[in-house]
């Protein structure tokens, strides 16, 4: 284990706070999705994304935020769009860093008129997103 390796303290992290049974809310799972995902690992992120729906903990913006950057961080536009669907199915909307991956999910999948209802969405909810994005501004 290196422990200078953001890859390695994440795992080792998440190894730790399992054996001490750590995960008990959501709070948890979505930090650990977080660090997963920042270092490089958003596929272990999204097995802790289908664990804490397994175990059938309440999710919120932020669990569906977490998911959808791991799934657009893994290149899974299709499932970043689907999350999406889901969520604003039940009238939630993502935090910004989630809307600006979904909106890059769409872009990857020229799904314009998603992007745009995503768009009206988060005026709906005065969430505006990072318009400096270098992922947002490069294709406009």
Not at 32 to 48: H, V, Y
Not at 90 to 110: F, K, T
């Amino acid at each position: 284990r290196d422990p200078d390796c953001k890859t390695s303290k994440a795992r080792w992290s998440i190894q730790l706070m399992r054996e001490r049974k750590w995960f008990t809310t959501t709070w948890e799972y979505v930090a650990a999705m977080k660090k997963l995902t920042f270092a490089k690992c958003p596929t272990e992120a999204l097995d802790l994304w289908q664990e804490m729906r397994a175990r059938g903990m309440e999710e919120t913006p932020a669990t569906y935020t977490a998911a959808i950057v791991a799934y657009n961080s893994r290149g899974w536009w299709q499932k970043a769009v689907e999350t999406l669907d889901e969520m604003m199915s039940i009238g939630m909307a993502p935090l910004r860093i989630g809307a600006e991956h979904a909106l890059m999910a769409c872009e990857q999948g020229a799904k314009w008129q998603k992007a745009v209802n995503l768009l009206d969405m988060l005026w709906d909810y005065s969430i505006i997103p990072n318009e400096e994005s270098p992922s947002l501004s490069a294709s406009g």
